[in-house]
């Protein structure tokens, strides 16, 4: 092979890798936070912000979409790209807060996950008062792709919600590439970790909190089910067993899609506009459109 030829590829990838993160960032400079953010945001908050409680859902998109962050993430940091393309492509958009501890701002997903299901079940009715919706679509990154299922199976979220989407979900919890294996051999780590950060505790493989939440399956039935994974997920791991079973489930590795796509945890729920495009595939099925490497541009 020529040497220009065994160049391509990782040029390429480097490309679109940067196209990725700038052209998302450029809109996130303009977009808004939504009304209530973080004293230290507040700078950023604007009229045409997200979280419009005057938004009226049209008859192209007549759900809202509930944005749910990951874990040390908040209701605006997360969004901050993918928020702004959904209300560009006529959503209306709104984000939460859950998780706190006491004593600690700004990061949130840390408190116990089913107390923090518990507020989004008060968010989403929240929501549908607002908006007059019958339904949500839900759109989590990380824990909170993870979170919501637990307000579909135990707390009457299914009959609430048309469609769950989560982007490098931890469905069936995470070993840090094995690190977790580790805890049981430093006494009390186990405890403190449960103690001081209940809700990174319960997204171990293995923990009692995701026990309950698989035990009888992934799903139930009446939601549309959208998992998009990335295998370079560096926190996530392995990156399938984020995947779901079930009869209404729809997984994507993003690499199947393009397998230039470089984009690891963080990025394809931060700036991945080609992950973007499959999330806007997942709300609008019967207009979706082929997933490419092209799609980091439009």
């Known amino acids: 092979m020529l040497p220009w030829k065994r160049l391509f590829r ?3 990838a480097l490309l679109l890798t940067t196209a990725v ?3 998302p960032a450029v809109g996130a400079a303009q977009a808004a936070a939504p009304s209530g953010a973080h004293p230290l ?3 950023q908050a604007s009229a045409s912000g997200w979280n ?3 938004c009226k859902p049209s008859a192209a998109h007549p759900r809202p979409v509930v944005l749910v962050h990951g874990t040390f993430a908040n209701s605006v940091d997360n969004w901050l790209a993918l928020a702004p393309y ?8 709104f984000s939460l807060d859950y998780g ?3 004593g600690v701002p700004l990061f949130y997903g840390l408190g116990p996950i089913a107390d923090s299901a518990g507020q989004l079940s008060t968010f989403v009715d929240k929501v549908l008062a607002a908006t007059g919706s019958a339904e949500v679509d839900i759109v989590g990154h990380s824990q909170g792709g993870m979170m919501p299922r637990y307000y579909l ?3 009457g979220g299914a009959a609430k919600v048309n469609a769950l989407v989560g982007i490098a979900p931890d469905n069936h919890g995470t070993t840090l590439n094995g690190l977790t294996n580790l805890l049981p051999y430093f006494p009390g780590a186990e405890d403190l970790l449960s103690s001081a950060t209940p809700g990174l505790a319960d997204q171990v493989a ?3 909190f995701l026990t309950k939440l698989n035990t009888g399956g992934d799903t139930v039935p009446g939601v549309h089910y959208t998992v998009i994974a990335t295998k370079y997920d560096e926190v996530v791991t392995p990156y399938s067993s984020q995947f779901l079973s079930g009869s209404d489930v729809h997984n994507v590795l993003l690499q199947n899609l393009c397998v230039l796509d470089l984009s690891e945890h963080v990025l394809i729920g931060l700036t991945d506009r080609i992950a973007f495009h499959e999330v806007a595939n997942a709300l609008d099925p019967a207009h979706a459109s082929p997933t490419t490497c092209a799609s980091a541009f439009s």
């Open 86 to 93: 959904l209300e560009d492509r006529g959503y209306c958009v």
């Open 52 to 54: 419009d409680y005057s």
């Open 41 to 43: 945001q507040q700078s």
């Open 21 to 23: 993160a700038v052209v």
């Open 100 to 102: 706190k501890l006491p």
């Open 206 to 208: 293995g923990s009692a």
């Open 10 to 12: 990782p040029l390429a």
């Open 153 to 155: 199976k135990f707390l």
